[in-house]
């Protein structure tokens, strides 16, 4: 009954006519930013943010925007990679390897509902999973003292990079970069100033929302300019749209099994869509009888990825609504948000804030069905996005982060900055050195400092105490397992999907 209840309360706020026209107009302009390669969900959400708070929207309004964004983006994402063999972002990879056949052999169409029939099923299933598990881990998380919390964090970092990083050590120092950054300005205990070298700009320590436009934002204007500087084309012709029945009957247990896979796969803490999608082709492919049809334009090699990596992408809320530790990258940017607006995820959330969060998850629901019906009939729109050309797009990325940016802080300091964390991002981009280690430590440094110092206040200094309870000695187990068993398992992993790409080049 209280999960009726709480139901309703989100849809009497998702029905609203204000609520309703953000979610449209978010999963509208997300699958835009989704189909454009290289932007991706984390992009788009971070670009946005600013201009969330320019147009004065509270905290249920801005979060249903910017999360049917996200879901906007993870359906965009599978455009390019079928039309032109290059990924709207890392989840939409593996659509690439059956997707672009499909096209090949004049079925683009196909490709392009059969993927959208898939984002809708793992994306609402997704949902629906978020609903009845976010509330129970809420709960559970009623036992997490600082102990656990502090472990809790230290899992996040070791996770996240995980599969999709090519070297954890870059990844580790890409959080030990974020650490250092969060302990910019007044230390909480003592009041003292840290790292600011006298500068007053610093004394508050640094924005993350500065730093997530710049890292993400400003930086990949810097790539555009380098890498996208001609204009695109696309490389495969679209024709009619028709729906193929028989190809979305065929590929329903594909659907149904790789929510299931990418759901898990999301609630991991770092896991996020990329590995979601990646296994959720890898289980589709080991179960078929005909494996050999997978790299030439199989339709449910299209099917099960694109379930896999929208279901991911729903499961990814849970871990940031009730713990308040991110499950990928762009809920990271999401956690930003929700701490700007000093709004503190974690189980109280739900009791403190329940419109904010049931708000949220009916938004979601009803943004999952218009995306269905934005991605089947109206799909010839977007691919015309995929022919803007790059003097366009630059200058509209470069407006919005600056705009939004200072009418948020009224700093010129906070411009200055995030163009140095722009040039930051280019530089670690360039080396292959990760960018979302760098903000989460910068999202979760303080409150991690903070776990350390209450663990260490209550045992007298035993730090043993941080090992005390079988929950804290569970996440530590788990955090050294996510941190070594990628070195281990990355290449067993990714040789699969080497094969299938040469398979598909052969």
């Given at each position: 009954m209280d999960l009726l209840s709480n139901l309703a309360l989100g849809f009497s706020i998702a029905l609203s006519p204000w609520t309703l026209m953000l979610a449209v107009i978010g999963a509208f302009v997300g699958t835009i930013i989704g189909a454009l390669p290289g932007l991706g969900p984390s992009n788009g959400v971070a670009i946005l943010i600013p201009l969330a708070f320019t147009m004065g929207l509270d905290a249920t309004s801005a979060l249903v925007l910017?999360?049917?964004?996200?879901?906007?983006?993870?359906?965009?994402?599978?455009?390019?990679?079928?039309?032109?063999?290059?990924?709207?972002?890392?989840?939409?990879?593996?659509t690439t390897l059956d997707g672009y056949p499909m096209a090949k052999q004049g079925r683009a169409g196909d490709a392009l509902v059969i993927s959208g029939v898939a984002s809708f099923v793992g994306a609402f299933i997704a949902t629906i999973g978020l609903m009845i598990l976010a509330p129970m881990l809420a709960r559970v998380a009623y036992l997490f003292g600082p102990a656990e919390y502090f472990a809790l964090y230290l899992l996040a970092f070791c996770t996240l990079g995980g599969i999709a990083s090519n070297n954890q050590a870059k990844a580790a120092l890409a959080s030990c970069l974020g650490l250092g950054i969060a302990m910019i300005g007044l230390d909480n205990t003592s009041g003292m100033p840290r790292f600011t070298y006298?500068?007053?700009?610093?004394?508050?320590?640094?924005?993350?929302?500065?730093?997530?436009?710049?890292?993400?934002?400003?930086?990949?204007?810097?790539?555009?300019?380098?890498?996208?500087?001609?204009?695109?084309a696309i490389g495969v012709k679209l024709d009619k749209i028709t729906i193929p029945v028989k190809d979305i009957v065929g590929s329903t247990g594909a659907m149904l099994r790789s929510t299931v896979i990418g759901f898990f796969a999301g609630v991991l803490p770092g896991a996020g869509a990329s590995l979601g999608s990646f296994m959720a082709y890898m289980a589709q492919k080991a179960v078929d009888p005909d494996k050999k049809s997978y790299g030439k334009g199989n339709p449910k090699g299209v099917a099960a990825p694109e379930a896999g990596n929208n279901a991911a992408a729903g499961g990814a809320l849970v871990p940031m609504l009730t713990l308040g530790v991110p499950g990928s990258g762009t809920t990271a940017v999401l956690l930003a948000l929700l701490m700007t607006l000093n709004i503190t995820p974690g189980p109280t959330l739900f009791t403190d804030r329940p419109e904010v969060v049931w708000g949220l998850i009916a938004s979601l629901l009803i943004a999952n069905i218009v995306l269905?019906?934005?991605?089947?009939?109206?799909?010839?729109?977007?691919?015309?996005?995929?022919?803007?050309?790059?003097?366009?797009?630059?200058?509209?990325?470069?407006?919005?982060?600056?705009?939004?940016?200072?009418?948020?802080?009224?700093?010129?300091?906070?411009?200055?900055l995030m163009i140095a964390f722009g040039a930051l991002g280019?530089?670690?981009?360039?080396?292959?050195?990760?960018?979302?280690?760098?903000?989460?430590?910068?999202?979760?440094?303080?409150?991690?400092?903070?776990?350390?110092?209450?663990?260490?206040?209550?045992?007298?200094?035993?730090?043993?105490?941080?090992?005390?309870?079988?929950?804290?000695?569970?996440?530590w187990i788990a955090a050294i397992a996510g941190f070594i068993a990628p070195m281990f398992l990355r290449g067993i992993l990714k040789k699969p999907a080497i094969r299938d790409a040469d398979e598909l080049v052969d």
């Amino acid at each position: 009954m209280d999960l009726l209840s709480n139901l309703a309360l989100g849809f009497s706020i998702a029905l609203s006519p204000w609520t309703l026209m953000l979610a449209v107009i978010g999963a509208f302009v997300g699958t835009i930013i989704g189909a454009l390669p290289g932007l991706g969900p984390s992009n788009g959400v971070a670009i946005l943010i600013p201009l969330a708070f320019t147009m004065g929207l509270d905290a249920t309004s801005a979060l249903v925007l910017l999360t049917s964004v996200y879901y906007g983006a993870m359906y965009g994402g599978r455009i390019s990679s079928i039309l032109l063999n290059i990924p709207g972002d890392e989840p939409a990879l593996m659509t690439t390897l059956d997707g672009y056949p499909m096209a090949k052999q004049g079925r683009a169409g196909d490709a392009l509902v059969i993927s959208g029939v898939a984002s809708f099923v793992g994306a609402f299933i997704a949902t629906i999973g978020l609903m009845i598990l976010a509330p129970m881990l809420a709960r559970v998380a009623y036992l997490f003292g600082p102990a656990e919390y502090f472990a809790l964090y230290l899992l996040a970092f070791c996770t996240l990079g995980g599969i999709a990083s090519n070297n954890q050590a870059k990844a580790a120092l890409a959080s030990c970069l974020g650490l250092g950054i969060a302990m910019i300005g007044l230390d909480n205990t003592s009041g003292m100033p840290r790292f600011t070298y006298g500068n007053l700009h610093l004394m508050d320590g640094v924005d993350f929302l500065v730093a997530i436009v710049g890292l993400f934002a400003i930086a990949e204007v810097f790539f555009f300019i380098e890498s996208h500087g001609k204009e695109s084309a696309i490389g495969v012709k679209l024709d009619k749209i028709t729906i193929p029945v028989k190809d979305i009957v065929g590929s329903t247990g594909a659907m149904l099994r790789s929510t299931v896979i990418g759901f898990f796969a999301g609630v991991l803490p770092g896991a996020g869509a990329s590995l979601g999608s990646f296994m959720a082709y890898m289980a589709q492919k080991a179960v078929d009888p005909d494996k050999k049809s997978y790299g030439k334009g199989n339709p449910k090699g299209v099917a099960a990825p694109e379930a896999g990596n929208n279901a991911a992408a729903g499961g990814a809320l849970v871990p940031m609504l009730t713990l308040g530790v991110p499950g990928s990258g762009t809920t990271a940017v999401l956690l930003a948000l929700l701490m700007t607006l000093n709004i503190t995820p974690g189980p109280t959330l739900f009791t403190d804030r329940p419109e904010v969060v049931w708000g949220l998850i009916a938004s979601l629901l009803i943004a999952n069905i218009v995306l269905l019906v934005m991605n089947v009939p109206m799909v010839k729109i977007f691919v015309k996005v995929l022919t803007v050309p790059a003097w366009v797009l630059l200058p509209g990325v470069t407006m919005v982060s600056f705009v939004g940016i200072y009418s948020l802080t009224g700093s010129y300091f906070d411009l200055v900055l995030m163009i140095a964390f722009g040039a930051l991002g280019y530089v670690l981009r360039k080396l292959d050195i990760p960018t979302v280690p760098v903000i989460l430590g910068i999202l979760l440094g303080n409150h991690m400092e903070d776990s350390l110092r209450r663990a260490m206040v209550i045992s007298d200094g035993d730090w043993t105490y941080l090992f005390a309870t079988p929950i804290s000695i569970g996440l530590w187990i788990a955090a050294i397992a996510g941190f070594i068993a990628p070195m281990f398992l990355r290449g067993i992993l990714k040789k699969p999907a080497i094969r299938d790409a040469d398979e598909l080049v052969d």
